[in-house]
T-cell receptor, first 116, second 106 residues
Framework: NAGVTQTPKFRVLKTGQSMTLLCAQD?????MYWYRQDPGMGLRLIHY???????AKGEVPDGYNVSRLKKQNFLLGLESAAPSQTSVYFC???????????????FGNGTRLTVT | KNEVEQSPQNLTAQEGEFITINCSYS?????LHWLQQHPGGGIVSLFM???GKKKHGRLIATINIQEKHSSLHITASHPRDSAVYIC????????FGTGTRLQVFP
């Protein structure tokens, strides 16, 4: 099993450009999440999904859109990148909490995005 | 006030010391996770708890649902334990604490 795979690993964008980050998991997880991690601020939830075809806003959703057309994939889009979106982005997935014993969180390795 | 609070924020220890990191939360949860992140690295799940206590090697995690509190203990700490330890709780989503930066010196 590959676990959670994030692509790309690194990206540099100019202000106003768009891009899509892909998160793919092969563990049949229902829940998927996108987080950003900034120095001194911990992990902040951008958007999340509790199942195929559903998405919900997290703590810092502005400037991002997501889609979960297939259960295994959760896409994060930046329509018009801004320097404030320079960050490290992590995707995570899990089974429905409490429904599967010993089902930990699985994280991707992160995407380091710089917007100039 | 954050829904998930960790203490301490920073912790230094000598090799061999017993270490405790605390996590308190203010919301109803279905599970609590302890995670580890090495500098510049990915995030690894250490434990998922919904009650009681779990042990893996030198790591022990406990949770008290009534008091809404969890602790992560490291016995016989080692420099390779140096990392950021993060507490996260499951509600309808995941809420993270800001992490505890641990440095263990030889």
């Amino acid at each position: 099993n590959a676990g959670v795979t994030q692509t790309p690993k690194f990206r540099v964008l100019k202000t106003g450009q768009s891009m899509t980050l892909l998160c793919a998991q092969d563990m049949n997880h229902e829940y998927m999440y996108w987080y950003r991690q900034d120095p001194g601020m911990g992990l902040r939830l951008i958007h999340y999904s509790v199942g195929e075809g559903t998405t919900a806003k997290g703590e810092v959703p502005d400037g991002y859109n997501v889609s979960r057309l297939k259960k295994q994939n959760f896409l994060l889009g930046l329509e018009s990148a801004a320097p404030s979106q320079t960050s490290v982005y992590f995707c995570a997935s899990s089974h429905i909490p409490g429904q599967v014993l010993n089902s930990p969180l699985h994280f991707g390795n992160g995407t380091r995005l710089t917007v100039t | 006030k954050n829904e998930v609070e960790q203490s301490p924020q920073n912790l230094t220890a000598q090799e061999g010391e017993f270490i405790t990191i605390n996590c308190s939360y203010s919301v109803g949860i279905s599970a609590l996770h302890w995670l580890q992140q090495h500098p510049g690295g990915g995030i690894v799940s250490l434990f998922m708890l919904s009650s009681g206590k779990k042990k893996h090697g030198r790591l022990i995690a406990t949770i008290n649902i009534q008091e809404k509190h969890s602790s992560l203990h490291i016995t016989a700490s080692h420099p390779r334990d140096s990392a950021v330890y993060i507490c996260a709780v499951n509600t309808d989503k995941l809420i993270f604490g800001t992490g505890t930066r641990l440095q263990v010196f030889p």
